[in-house]
T-cell receptor, first 114, second 118 residues
Framework: DVKVTQSSRYLVKRTGEKVFLECVQD?????MFWYRQDPGLGLRLIYF???????EKGDIPEGYSVSREKKERFSLILESASTNQTSMYLC?????????????FGSGTRLTVV | GNSVTQMEGPVTLSEEAFLTINCTYT??????LFWYVQYPGEGLQLLLK?????DKGSNKGFEATYRKETTSFHLEKGSVQVSDSAVYFC?????????????????FGQGTILTVHP
């Protein structure tokens, strides 16, 4: 069974800390995505990557950066965590195949910044 | 830009009731349309999809038809079960250019919480 694994289900961090959220997929997918999920706002795209070392900003990239050094791993970095970054973070991946539009999502990391 | 609007929730139904969750979209070109479901404590799972006008996606008793003329993709189920309680997201995927980096990005609606009581 294909999988997207997020390293932590729950995290509590302090304001100003540098935070790393890790995502690993085992499907050899080219494209990987980071979304945040907030009540009433749905999922909003933070960053995505279409290849190793390649990245593009999504709709809400401010305060975040990403790293993709290996095809299977896509990391989201909060340079200096703030309370307004308290949220559920979801990682997803998909193949670049034109016939396959489906995303596979991880289970999410619920981050609380105090 | 692309956008998806879902009906306001939460929706509360009794078991075996009929379900409709409305979804409308704004997009350039010819997007693909999706419904995703998120069960408590889990990530999102693809429920169904439609890739062109008049296509009907279906899965687990749920259906949705891609209506280009009304830019809608409403989710329906004839008889809901307690196990259908979840959050439902409507989404669209832009096609982008050939090999373009925007290809396949998903834009989501705000989600609709469904609770089904016995």
């Amino acid at each position: 069974d294909v999988k997207v694994t997020q390293s932590s289900r729950y995290l509590v961090k302090r304001t100003g800390e540098k935070v790393f959220l890790e995502c690993v997929q085992d499907m050899d997918h080219e494209n990987m995505f980071w979304y945040r999920q907030d009540p009433g706002l749905g999922l909003r795209l933070i960053y995505f990557s279409y290849d190793v070392k390649m990245k593009e900003k999504g709709d809400i990239p401010e305060g975040y950066s990403v790293s993709r050094e290996k095809k299977e791993r896509f990391s989201l970095i909060l340079e200096s965590a703030s309370t307004n970054q308290t949220s559920m973070y979801l990682c997803a991946s998909r193949a670049r195949d034109r016939g396959n539009y489906g995303y596979t999502f991880g289970s999410g990391t619920r981050l609380t910044v105090v | 830009g692309n956008s998806v609007t879902q009906m306001e929730g939460p929706v509360t139904l009794s078991e075996e009731a009929f379900l409709t969750i409305n979804c409308t979209y704004t997009a350039t070109g010819y997007p693909s349309l999706f419904w995703y479901v998120q069960y408590p404590g889990e990530g999102l799972q693809l429920l169904l999809k439609a890739t062109k006008a008049d296509d009907k996606g279906s899965n687990k008793g749920f259906e949705a038809t891609y209506r280009k003329e009304t830019t809608s993709f409403h989710l329906e189920k004839g008889s809901v079960q307690v196990s259908d309680s979840a959050v439902y997201f409507c989404a669209l995927s832009d096609r982008g250019g050939a090999g373009g980096t925007s290809y396949g990005k998903l834009t989501f609606g705000q989600g609709t919480i469904l609770t089904v009581h016995p």
